[in-house]
């Protein structure tokens, strides 16, 4: 698949790029600079070698020309990015990963929009678009880090089905992850709001943990 990542020179946007990249498909490295996204591509690519061959270096516009999408921007420019494309992002998938969420002292606390969720913003930001989140609870050192294996469960949410099930099969796709469907948008505040207490557990247990679901069976069709 040839998959844009809107942002993708920021932490999380290079994390599921190079893990993306991995996985076989075709990615397009998006950023507001196109030099920038050139040299995160470089540095990539030197780390990491033919791992990532099918990354290559775009502007946002470019990425979001991608079969899927990938909004990876930081959580505060995720709304005005998705509106600022919403025309290219019309009928595509699009992956909204970032969680609303601050830090005071040692704590994180979730920021919940009006709309509900981030992922909600987005998808009235870019009505066209098949909104669906995922990729909330997974670290981005972690996915940035191919020299180590991945371990933990993607919750996945989105209104439309055949939307949420390209974006579960995806997930899959990535070794160490395991895709959950979690059902329709609405739950997406729950996934989003619950990133603030993995953050805060992980810093003041000093860790890196993910999600892990116990007691579940393969998934079902919905």
Request: proline fraction near 5%; avoid cysteine.
């Amino acid at each position: 698949m040839r998959i844009g990542v809107l942002g993708g020179t920021g932490p999380a946007g290079r994390g599921v790029a190079v893990r993306l990249a991995a996985a076989g498909h075709d990615v397009i490295v998006g950023s507001r600079d196109r030099d920038r996204a050139a040299e995160v591509v470089g540095e990539l690519r030197e780390r990491f070698g033919d791992r990532v061959s099918g990354l290559a270096p775009g502007a946002n516009g470019e990425a979001a020309d991608g079969e899927l999408v990938v909004l990876a921007t930081v959580w505060d420019a995720a709304v005005d990015t998705a509106a600022a494309y919403a025309d290219q992002l019309a009928g595509k998938v699009v992956i909204a990963m970032a969680n609303g969420l601050v830090k005071r002292g040692r704590q994180f606390l979730p920021v919940v929009p009006e709309a509900g969720s981030l992922t909600a913003a987005v998808q009235a930001a870019a009505p066209g678009a098949r909104v669906v989140a995922a990729f909330q609870h997974i670290p981005a050192a972690a996915l940035l880090d191919l020299d180590q294996p991945l371990a933990g469960d993607v919750m996945v949410a989105g209104d439309d089905e055949d939307a949420r099930r390209v974006v579960l099969d995806l997930v899959d796709g990535i070794d160490g992850l395991r895709a959950l469907d979690a059902g329709p948008l609405a739950n997406a505040l729950g996934i989003e709001a619950f990133a603030a207490a993995l953050l805060t557990v992980n810093l003041r247990h000093q860790g890196e943990g993910s999600l892990r679901i116990e007691g579940i069976g393969p998934r079902r069709a919905p």
